[in-house]
């Protein structure tokens, strides 16, 4: 694609980042390391109010203890994380990570013995400077955890922080594939390569990949999305675009793909398709107190019918 710089500063790191080349072996054992300790809760709290983080590895056994020493590490430098100082922001993400491979090596080096200290470095500071572009304080989106409308638990959200204008390219929420696939991982975040990703190597394959990074934490809906999917040309990276204008504090959301929750025979339930709760039927009633269903229905499948069968990942 040929996407709108905007701000070249964010434009030249989140381009320099799409640039990256990652291994499925390596990246299944250090996402979930930098997703927990970078967004786990590091007070205990009641059942109720307790998030768990969901990961894309099988064999996550990580104790939570190195989660809260990379997290304090983490802390201590997370104002040098300037997005308006490229080179400054990726070093700073690199010491981070040469701190953590050199204080604490087992905690990603342990079993992964086929990849060297310095390639893991290279990985791991590359997740760090992804996963926390959406935690930045001048990102124009931020990570939130919300109570999930289809089920009784807290789970990521992003939200706007100033207003997005429809066509903009919110350049944080980059998403990143492994150039190789492997099979064990979770059905957590994956994607189907598209055409324009690495469309000049002759080697590259279309099938389901994994995706990482801030892009994974965009909430689905099946027809109130409100940006599309971009593929940035010739990477393995994928960002987003506003489909519409999309005002602060409000919450983005995307289409994964038609029928996305529905492949294994469940229920998608999104918030477009969950059935109404009874005290929320009066919203949806008409002037003669009838439930407008058909109008409902028949708007969705009109929806669903222009989206059938593929995703629409940016412009032709």
């Not at 990379?70 to 040098?80: A, L, R, T, Y």
């Not at 690495?198 to 394959?205: I, R, T």
Request: hydrophobic share 35%; net charge neutral; with cysteine.
């Amino acid at each position: 694609m040929a996407w709108n710089q905007g701000d070249s500063n964010k434009f030249s790191l989140v381009n320099h980042l799409s640039l990256v080349i990652l291994s499925s072996s390596a990246i299944l054992h250090i996402d979930p390391l930098i997703v927990n300790a970078l967004f786990a809760q590091q007070k205990a709290k009641s059942e109720s109010k307790t998030h768990n983080i969901q990961t894309i590895s099988l064999e996550m056994n990580m104790e939570p203890f190195a989660h809260a020493i990379i997290w304090s590490m983490f802390e201590k430098i997370k104002h040098q994380l300037n997005i308006q100082d490229p080179p400054a922001y990726m070093s700073t993400a690199e010491k981070l990570a040469k701190s953590i491979l050199s204080l604490y090596p087992l905690f990603v080096w342990e079993n992964k013995k086929s990849e060297s200290l310095a390639t893991l470095s290279w990985y791991l500071d590359r997740c760090i400077a992804a996963y926390t572009l959406v935690i930045n304080p001048e990102a124009i989106v931020h990570l939130k955890v919300k109570l999930l409308g289809h089920a009784n638990q807290k789970g990521f959200a992003i939200h706007a922080t100033k207003d997005i204008i429809k066509g903009e390219y919110i350049q944080e929420l980059l998403g990143l594939m492994p150039e190789d696939r492997t099979k064990n991982y979770t059905d957590l975040s994956t994607i189907t390569p598209h055409p324009d990703n690495c469309n000049n190597d002759k080697n590259s394959s279309f099938d389901e990949k994994l995706l990482i990074g801030p892009i994974r934490f965009i909430n689905h809906r099946c027809f109130s999305y409100n940006v599309e999917f971009v593929a940035v040309r010739n990477t393995y990276a994928f960002t987003v675009v506003a489909t519409k204008d999309i005002k602060a504090s409000e919450e983005i959301l995307l289409c994964y793909g038609v029928n996305y929750f529905k492949e294994d025979g469940s229920k998608c339930l999104c918030e477009d398709c969950r059935e109404i709760p009874e005290e929320e039927e009066e919203v949806s009633k008409n002037s003669t107190g009838q439930i407008n269903l058909e109008e409902q229905i028949k708007a969705r499948k009109d929806k669903r019918g222009r989206q059938k069968e593929k995703r629409k990942l940016g412009p032709n």
